[in-house]
């Protein structure tokens, strides 16, 4: 279970942050290549706008993109090591607003007073209880036409799974996963969160436009995490029931986008005439 003290413990004083986080893009090919085809199409339709809350933006992988889709921007992070980092790496924008929380609580944030809220690659490892609490707040932070975007473990769908594959000896486990007889990565997701849980959270909350692109990741076929859109109800635009598409083919996409970051990077100073 990855807890709130779990979680600060890892962020706030066990990673060294030395690539501030960049180096979970390696796979795709950088950070501009993970943003530009994997996340700002997924996002393209609430953006640019007033204010966006970015919950757990580490040392600001995407904060350097969200920071020009808006006139406000609010970062809150349980990491006071990352809020200050962020400071530091932001310091020439006026319009960003930093804090640090406890893991739960959007209290600082106004009512009424977002129009999009993004997170992405870091509530994937915070377990069901603080999702649930943060979509139940969002529900008076969101302005009534706003939308939210977040990235978060669908891992409970396979929590007896896992569960059985902990119970195999350490030596013997090693042996069936370097065959391919067994699965065991499960990239420290929380194992209590899946996708049906956010959808009864959102709901719950008062949001009824739910969209879900449920994900395989990095090294497993299992479709271990879930992106979810979500809105309130009365929105002309886009009303609509509940869905959720189970995409198998996520975790293709990463070497296909890699081989087009080689492609088209710039063209190193040397080559230049």
């Not at 975007?149 to 007896?160: M, P, R």
């Not at 949001?207 to 995490?225: C, P």
């Not at 886009?238 to 088209?264: A, D, P, W």
Request: glycine content about 6%.
């Amino acid at each position: 279970m990855q807890t709130i003290r779990n979680n600060l413990q890892v962020w706030n004083n066990n990673f060294d942050w030395k690539e501030r986080g960049d180096e979970w893009s390696v796979d795709w090919g950088g950070v501009d290549m993970q943003w530009f085809f994997v996340i700002l199409p997924r996002i393209h339709s609430f953006v640019p706008t007033g204010t966006i809350l970015e919950i757990a933006p580490g040392f600001g992988r995407w904060t350097q993109f969200l920071v020009h889709l808006c006139k406000n921007l609010i970062l809150v992070d349980l990491s006071e090591k990352c809020i200050e980092a962020c400071k530091e790496r932001f310091k020439s924008y006026s319009n960003i607003t930093y804090y640090v929380n406890d893991g739960v609580s959007l209290e600082m944030i106004p009512d009424q007073s977002i129009d999009f809220v993004f997170s992405f690659d870091s509530l994937v490892h915070v377990e069901d209880t603080v999702i649930e609490a943060y979509l139940n707040q969002l529900s008076k932070k969101i302005k009534q036409d706003g939308a939210g975007f977040i990235h978060h473990s669908n891992l409970g769908e396979y929590k007896t799974y896992f569960s059985l594959i902990n119970k195999i000896p350490e030596r013997i486990k090693k042996r069936l996963v370097r065959f391919g007889l067994i699965d065991n990565a499960y990239h420290w997701r929380a194992d209590s969160m899946t996708a049906g849980k956010f959808r009864q959270f959102a709901e719950k909350s008062g949001f009824q436009y739910i969209r879900q692109e449920v994900i395989n990741w990095a090294r497993t076929e299992r479709l271990i995490d879930c992106l979810s859109t979500f809105k309130k109800e009365g929105n002309a635009v886009l009303e609509g029931s509940v869905q959720t598409i189970r995409n198998r083919k996520f975790k293709g996409s990463v070497n296909e986008i890699y081989k087009l970051s080689s492609l088209y990077r710039a063209v190193p100073a040397s080559l230049k005439q």
